[in-house]
């Protein structure tokens, strides 16, 4: 497993060459907070491309929230609840995928359940082969089982392709001490340790993926994707959101 690795692309200086990010539902729909906003997944594809163009290899996981998560089946036995939102995590996979090839990014879409006709099954082997050949490479379907997020799933996904850090794009710019919407006094941290997010109880994945984020030692970026540009400032090595070793 690779940590922390500073590259130079032939033209553009980046700090990483394999990174995994991982971008939740609500995050394609926009202020609209459900479906998908096209102007919204255009702009962050457009910054994907960017930096792909900067020699960066990049792999996707994609949540569910602006169609369904397992929560929302209050009367629903767990599982079925969960798989739902896993095929939900397919959807935007594959409106990822058009939007990213309308701008000339060649790009495969992997899922944890196979549905042949329109994704490949995961292969770890074939995804790190496609990110070789400059293909991004988006993981839907979780990790394919149920009880485990898509937090969980990104860990996973960025541990089996060596990424050397995990870009959290989220609604909030960087990691907080609580809430900074509820509470304006909430301090916020330009780094912190995996074990103090776990301790102090943060919110910024499920304790299942900070914790297998520590155990494999890979770092992770906090910031906020209401700005896309971000995604290319974080490839760079800008100081941006909050870094989580």
């Not at 919204?40 to 602006?66: F, H, S, T, Y």
């Not at 995996?194 to 900070?210: C, E, F, G, P, R």
């Amino acid at each position: 497993m690779s940590n922390e690795k500073s590259s130079e692309s032939e033209n553009t200086k980046t700090k990483y060459k394999r990174v995994l990010l991982k971008l939740s539902g609500e995050a394609l729909a926009g202020e609209q907070k459900t479906g998908i906003d096209p102007k919204v997944l255009g702009g962050i594809c457009d910054k994907i491309k960017e930096v792909v163009e900067m020699g960066v290899q990049v792999a996707i996981v994609v949540g569910a929230g602006n169609f369904w998560r397992g929560k929302y089946g209050k009367d629903m036995e767990r599982t079925t609840a969960d798989y739902m939102g896993m095929l939900a995590t397919a959807m935007n996979a594959l409106a990822l995928q058009d939007a990213l090839e309308a701008r000339g990014l060649f790009s495969r879409v992997q899922t944890a359940i196979e549905m042949r006709e329109i994704a490949e099954p995961f292969i770890q082997r074939k995804a790190i082969k496609h990110l070789n050949k400059g293909r991004v490479v988006i993981f839907a379907c979780g990790t394919g089982h149920p009880y485990f997020t898509t937090d969980t799933a990104a860990v996973l996904r960025a541990t089996e392709i060596g990424a050397d850090i995990i870009l959290l794009g989220k609604s909030v710019d960087a990691v907080y001490s609580a809430d900074p919407e509820i509470d304006s006094s909430a301090e916020k941290y330009d780094e912190i340790s995996y074990l103090d997010v776990l301790n102090k109880d943060l919110k910024v994945m499920d304790s299942t993926a900070t914790a297998m984020c520590r155990d494999n030692n890979i770092p992770l970026l906090v910031f906020g994707i209401a700005d896309p540009e971000n995604i290319v400032r974080a490839v760079r090595g800008e100081k941006i959101g909050t870094i989580v070793r």
